[in-house]
């Protein structure tokens, strides 16, 4: 159910949400310094915060201001089953992402727009369209595997991000070679490395006229006319009909101008390549330092890689939280949030509750082969009509990257230790960046 009011605590500028089933109460410390900790320290300071407030608690972070932190399933299955004309994921999506990906990019656009640009983007990621992927993601990861030699370190992210790079920009563009692309490939590794100073830039786009984020700007304008190229190059190609490449089909069946196909584009490439990067950085990961896991994987079928894959998903989750700004007030689980409300689903506690997973911190795949899981206890692709569109698609990639490398060598974890997590842009990464040795 759901009212036009405000709640009177929000109308009043206080905790927005009103009571409900639980009470929600939030850490008092400056939303600069919780900004700090929850980039810094993300999971140290998301474990803290839900021991000290609970699972559905308040906190502030600069500059989107005031938040609800959910780590209740239940919850969380209410606000993606919510109304998809309340619940916004667009307008915060763009705060951090219209920048690189565009004002008009299906990650920043809400209503009947997000509806029917994802319309337009979902076939080539359809369970059909996906088998036919699998040559690319085996042909692209044997490439790199031909170049790691026994004794080696290999730096995992590296190496995955070479891959997940060449298999979104095949399957988005089809051929990939030529001076243009090579600039458009060096030009999205870059904006892909954007560091922590270097992301105010994605939410004040005005800092793009002065250094070090002039450079930034740059980039992308760059990039702009890169893509603008090889739009028109296929609009005007002969095969248009018979190509089967993401482009190819938008610019068939979309009518829509430039800029719009250049923000998907980019959308594509950007969402689709560094989650797969430190997703299959962490696999390779946790199965250099288990070697009973890593034996039944290379003995098992594929069912079992899947099971790998979704562990490390639950294990690492790359993107720890999505976020939901409700356009009016509504009443969800329980609780009445106000207007403008900023709802953020915690996906990574979510994931490592001991109450939910028992043992959370044990790395066991068999866990997604013996127990039926409840809805949205393992949402890594988030959820609702924004669920994440490459799910099918980056889970394949994983499962044929790993087994391409399990069949081809072995490996052993580098240092003392399991590595730790570091804020890499968007997404969490290994803090070493994922380092193995081969060793046959
Ligand atoms: C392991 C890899 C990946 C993970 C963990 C991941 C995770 C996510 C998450 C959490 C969301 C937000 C969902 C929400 O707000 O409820 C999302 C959205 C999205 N992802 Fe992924 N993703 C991955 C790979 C990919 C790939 C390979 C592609 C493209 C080929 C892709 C394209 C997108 C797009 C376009 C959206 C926006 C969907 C929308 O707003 O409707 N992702 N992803």
Not at 36 to 46: A, D, E, K, Q
């Amino acid at each position: 159910m759901s009212t036009q009011e405000q709640t009177p605590a929000a109308a009043a500028g206080q905790c927005p949400v009103a009571h409900g089933r639980k009470p929600a109460r939030g850490s008092r410390m400056p939303g600069i310094a919780q900004l700090y900790l929850g980039l810094r320290h993300t999971i140290g300071f998301s474990r803290w915060s839900q021991r000290r407030f609970g699972d559905v608690h308040v906190a502030k972070a600069f500059p989107m201001g005031k938040s609800v932190y959910i780590a209740d399933p239940e919850l969380v299955a209410a606000i993606f089953a919510g109304p998809h004309d309340t619940l916004h994921a667009g307008v915060t999506n763009g705060i951090f992402l219209k920048a690189i990906f565009g004002e008009r990019g299906i990650l920043s656009v809400d209503g009947e727009e997000h509806t029917q640009t994802r319309k337009a983007l979902m076939p080539p990621f359809r369970g059909k369209a996906i088998n036919g992927y699998a040559d690319i993601m085996r042909e692209e990861t044997e490439r790199r595997i031909a170049s790691w030699k026994v004794g080696d370190e290999i730096k995992m992210v590296d190496e995955a991000r070479a891959i997940t790079l060449e298999v979104i920009l095949r399957t988005v563009f089809g051929a990939v070679s030529g001076p243009q692309m090579d600039e458009l490939r060096t030009a999205v590794t870059k904006a892909s490395e954007i560091t922590l100073v270097g992301s105010t830039w994605m939410v004040f786009p005005q800092l793009g006229k002065i250094p070090p984020w002039r450079s930034f700007d740059r980039l992308i304008a760059r990039t702009n006319e890169l893509l603008d190229a090889f739009i028109e190059e296929r609009r005007g190609a002969s095969d248009l009909d018979e190509r089967t490449d993401t482009l190819s089909l938008l610019v068939r069946s979309s009518g829509k101008d430039n800029e719009w196909l250049r923000n998907q584009l980019m959308s594509l490439v950007g969402a689709g390549h560094e989650t797969t990067t430190t997703s299959l950085a962490w696999a390779m990961e946790l199965l250099s330092r288990h070697p009973a896991v890593r034996e039944k994987a290379r003995t098992s079928d594929d069912s079992y890689l899947d099971a790998v894959v979704n562990e490390t998903l639950r294990m690492r989750t790359v993107l720890p939280g999505v976020g939901r700004k409700t356009s009016r007030s509504i009443e969800l689980g329980g609780y009445t949030f106000g207007k403008g409300t900023m709802l953020n689903p915690q996906l990574e506690a979510i994931h490592n509750d001991p109450k939910i997973w028992g043992d959370p911190e044990v790395f066991r795949p068999e866990r997604f082969l013996d127990r039926k899981l409840a809805t949205n206890e393992f949402i890594p692709y988030g959820g609702g009509k924004r669920r994440c569109i490459g799910a099918l698609f980056a889970h394949k990639e994983m499962v044929v990257a790993l087994r391409t490398i399990l069949d081809a060598m072995d490996f052993e974890h580098v240092g003392p230790a399991a590595e730790k997590h570091k804020h890499s842009h968007v997404t969490m990464a290994p803090a070493k960046g994922g380092l193995i040795r081969r060793t046959r």
